[in-house]
């Protein structure tokens, strides 16, 4: 029988956001990507995947997927059920809630969004989620705007409201009992290296992995990579 | 009576109109009769080629903007099938290219469309702006305000009816070499969508033709340079 794995996308992106890793792992684990665009907040989120989810699974999340992964981890744990998940991976994320100054800034997006100019705040971000070198690459672009749109403008307020409802998970950190693989590429700039290799130091059973001209969104920058260390992962 | 002025046919880009070649018209149409194309119409290329040979007569330049550009390529196609190689005085390439699509590239066309077929996507959005113009020209309100305005009048249907053509198109390249009359072939240094070395091929493959290059510029050199563009044209056509 396959391995369960689920993959939490980031902010604003679909199911197409871990194509990559669909095809690359495909054979070897039973993957879902849970839907991320209903819940306004990361509880209700969070328990609504432990609903959905199988007995026991491997569960990675990128960026704002790392912060839902986090919750499920304090949900389970809290229920006793932290055995349900084999390993946890966790890709380009923060494990501190939003300073004040962040939430403020994500009201102000919240607010141009409904009043229309999703597309301008989302743009005005592109460079603190990519390396440079995409920046300017229409295709991987047009890729990103394609999921942006297609989630919509309510979604992005949902979402941001979820972000802007985590925990500050400094002290769940040591309580995550379960071999854990932490991804940061070296060039990310929205949740630097920094916080990764602290992340590890507060983790039991961490390994973390950087990846070479990568930014924020490693899964689609540096797919090989990102898929060959979930190979690693997945294997016993 | 008035002289009959030598005739030059503008084809616009996608989700363009004649408001694209707007400063041009006015540099030219002291010395030539202008048409600007509208090729949002539901037609493959070949019968908007055939259809653009027929709306005119006798002999005319042609100038072809990106998609523009691709049915112009259509249009000598067309043309040396049906022995009319002659009628076309002049071309100007500007923002072109004669390849097709890479594949990742065709994926995205597609998904726009869809997005476009259920009402999330309009034609344009600043996220996709900033891939059409030069980073300088993004706070150029007038630039930015024409893109919408053209895209608006286009509209879901046109932008599918355009879309569909460009997905559809050949490779050109191997047409090149017969493409006998004297050819421009404009691009904006800054150029994402259609990058400059896609119109240094061209350059390398048309017999008798010219590259100008505008610094400063991204995908849509009349609307972003437009003084550069008008004189290049004045120099080549009149």
Redesign the interface.
């Known amino acids: 029988m396959n391995k369960k794995l689920i993959l939490i996308p980031p902010f604003m992106a679909t199911k197409a956001f871990w194509h990559n890793q669909v095809d690359a792992l495909g054979g070897i684990a039973d993957i879902s990507i849970p839907d991320t665009s209903f819940h306004e907040n990361i509880q209700d989120l969070a328990s609504e995947i432990i609903r959905q989810a199988p007995d026991e699974f491997y569960l990675a999340g990128l960026s704002m997927g790392g912060y839902i992964s986090l919750e499920i981890m304090r949900q389970l744990i809290e229920a006793g059920d932290e055995g349900r998940v084999t390993k946890l991976a966790l890709l380009g994320t923060n494990f501190r809630a939003d300073t004040d100054a962040i939430k403020q800034s994500r009201q102000d997006q919240m607010r141009a969004a409904l009043d229309g ?1 999703m ?2 705040v ?2 005005k971000v592109i460079p603190l989620l990519v390396h440079e070198r995409f920046q ?1 690459d ?2 991987f ?3 990103l ?2 999921m ?3 989630l ?1 403008a309510e979604v992005f307020v949902r979402q941001q409201l979820v972000n802007m409802s985590r925990s500050d998970s400094t002290s769940l950190l040591p309580k995550i009992k379960c071999p854990t693989l932490i991804v940061c590429g070296r060039d990310d700039v929205l949740t630097p290296m920094s916080y990764h290799t602290l992340m590890q130091e507060f983790m039991p059973h961490a390994d973390l992995v950087l990846i070479d001209d990568c930014g924020h969104f490693s899964a689609l920058e540096q797919p090989d990579d990102v898929s060959n260390a979930f190979k690693q992962w997945l294997a016993d | 009576m008035s002289v009959n002025k030598p005739k030059l046919l503008m084809i616009p880009g996608l989700i363009c109109d004649e408001r694209l070649f707007a400063k041009q018209i006015e540099a030219l149409q002291g010395g030539l009769d202008i048409t600007v194309v509208d090729h949002a119409r539901e037609l493959t290329l070949s019968q908007m080629a055939n259809d653009i040979l027929d709306s005119v007569s006798g002999s005319f330049n042609l100038l072809g903007l990106s998609m523009g550009g691709y049915i112009c390529f259509e249009v000598m196609r067309q043309a040396k099938l049906r022995g009319e190689s002659g009628r076309i005085e002049k071309l100007v390439l500007c923002s072109t290219s004669s390849r097709q699509d ?1 594949p ?2 065709a994926q ?1 066309r597609r ?2 469309m869809a ?1 476009a077929k259920r009402g ?2 309009k034609g344009m ?7 059409f113009i030069h980073p300088s020209k993004l706070d150029d309100k007038t630039v930015v305000k024409t893109i919408y305005d053209m895209t608006e009048s286009t509209g879901v249907e046109g932008f599918i009816n355009e879309t569909n053509m460009i997905l559809n198109r050949p490779d050109s390249r191997p047409n090149l070499p017969d493409i006998a009359c004297e050819t421009l072939i404009m691009c904006g240094e800054g150029d ?2 259609t990058p400059l070395f896609l119109s240094e091929e061209m350059a390398d493959l048309i017999p008798n033709s010219k590259l100008v290059v505008f610094e400063h510029c991204g995908h849509l050199p009349p609307l972003e340079q437009p003084a550069m563009v008008s004189k290049e044209l004045q120099e080549f056509l009149l």
């Open positions: 100019d597309d301008g989302y743009s300017k229409i295709d672009l047009t890729q705007y394609g942006v749109l297609e919509g | 890479e990742e590239m995205r998904d726009f997005l999330k996507f959005s600043p996220m996709l702006m900033r891939t994402e969508r």
